[in-house]
């Protein structure tokens, strides 16, 4: 009988531990967020603080922000990054977007170009092939070369809208990342792309807009005009899990801006 006893006492208690144990992994599971690669800086550094105070690690699939509305729609990530507003057609599917941050677009060339401030208007004529030399604009005598994102890009879908060119362009690459425009860019003396203001390098030279300089301040007072937003993508009629939810309150919250302003980005809040 006493044995008995020792044996339930012991079961019980394996079941109570185990239980902890089930209910401790819950609460820690990983968030997937999955999208724009113009993100990956304020993401990375919101993901580390988040880890930091919680323990709760938050992966990061960069694969362009169609492919992260689009992992939402099929339930392959919790959060979706898209650096582009939904599309009419994402909502009455049941997305819903949070803007996170709002995120300038620079117009890059290499260094060694003398073109320093072009209008609005101006890049529109040269990214439709209608000016076609540099020294058109002041600068060198050597044919433009257009260096773009990949249909579905957040960042090209921004630019494009902005400077109303959509379908227009005439791009002699369209590449897959913004680290890929920028090394594209870094190697060619005549090209000029676009690429997220928060993943500038000192490689290449980010060029005046109008006047403005593309800088936190002249996004923030909307002076600086080719910017776009950053957006959470979630389902609208699904509750995220708790620890999606967690993050998700966390970077929404107004004590992360100092965070997001420090990935070079002007948090919405």
Same mark, same amino acid.
């Given at each position: 009988?006493? *044995?008995?006893? *020792?044996?339930?006492?012991?079961?019980?208690?394996?079941?109570? @531990?185990?239980?902890?144990?089930?209910?401790?992994? !819950? +609460?820690?599971?990983?968030? !997937?967020?999955?999208?724009?690669?113009?993100?990956?800086?304020?993401?990375?550094?919101?993901?580390?603080? @988040?880890?930091?105070?919680?323990?709760? %690690?938050?992966?990061?699939?960069?694969?362009?922000?169609?492919?992260?509305? +689009? !992992?939402?729609?099929?339930?392959?990530?919790?959060?979706?990054?898209?650096?582009?507003?939904?599309?009419?057609? /994402?909502?009455? *599917?049941?997305?819903?977007?949070?803007?996170?941050?709002?995120?300038?677009?620079?117009?890059?060339?290499?260094?060694?170009?003398?073109? $320093?401030?072009?209008?609005?208007?101006?890049?529109?004529?040269?990214?439709?092939?209608?000016?076609?030399?540099? $020294?058109?604009?002041?600068?060198?005598?050597?044919?433009?070369?257009?260096?773009?994102?990949?249909?579905?890009?957040?960042?090209?879908?921004?630019?494009?809208?902005?400077?109303?060119?959509?379908? =227009?362009?005439?791009?002699?690459?369209?590449?897959? $990342?913004?680290?890929?425009?920028?090394?594209?860019?870094?190697?060619?003396?005549?090209?000029?792309?676009?690429?997220?203001?928060? $993943?500038?390098?000192?490689?290449?030279?980010?060029?005046?807009?109008?006047?403005?300089?593309?800088?936190?301040?002249?996004?923030?007072?909307?002076?600086?005009?080719? =910017?776009?937003? @950053?957006?959470?993508? %979630?389902?609208?009629?699904? !509750?995220?899990? /708790?620890?999606? =939810?967690?993050?998700?309150?966390?970077?929404?919250?107004? /004590?992360?801006?100092?965070?997001?302003?420090?990935?070079?980005?002007?948090?919405?809040?």
């Amino acid at each position: 009988m006493k *044995k008995s006893f *020792k044996r339930m006492g012991c079961l019980i208690l394996c079941m109570v @531990f185990l239980c902890g144990v089930m209910a401790g992994c !819950a +609460q820690n599971e990983g968030v !997937a967020t999955d999208g724009s690669t113009s993100m990956s800086k304020v993401i990375g550094a919101l993901g580390e603080a @988040f880890k930091s105070e919680t323990g709760i %690690t938050v992966t990061y699939n960069a694969m362009g922000s169609g492919a992260g509305i +689009q !992992a939402v729609l099929e339930g392959r990530c919790d959060i979706g990054l898209s650096s582009r507003d939904l599309k009419d057609e /994402e909502k009455a *599917k049941g997305l819903e977007g949070t803007v996170l941050a709002y995120d300038g677009i620079a117009v890059v060339v290499n260094p060694s170009n003398p073109v $320093s401030d072009l209008s609005v208007q101006t890049i529109a004529s040269i990214f439709k092939g209608e000016i076609k030399n540099w $020294s058109e604009v002041g600068g060198n005598d050597a044919e433009i070369v257009l260096i773009g994102r990949e249909a579905g890009s957040g960042t090209r879908d921004g630019f494009e809208s902005i400077t109303e060119t959509e379908d =227009q362009c005439d791009y002699r690459q369209e590449l897959t $990342s913004t680290g890929d425009v920028i090394t594209t860019v870094a190697g060619n003396p005549a090209a000029i792309g676009y690429a997220s203001l928060a $993943s500038v390098k000192e490689s290449v030279k980010p060029l005046n807009v109008d006047g403005i300089t593309p800088s936190e301040a002249t996004i923030k007072d909307g002076s600086y005009l080719i =910017q776009r937003p @950053f957006v959470l993508v %979630t389902k609208r009629d699904q !509750a995220l899990g /708790e620890s999606a =939810q967690r993050f998700f309150d966390y970077v929404t919250s107004k /004590e992360a801006a100092t965070i997001i302003a420090s990935a070079g980005v002007v948090a919405a809040q």
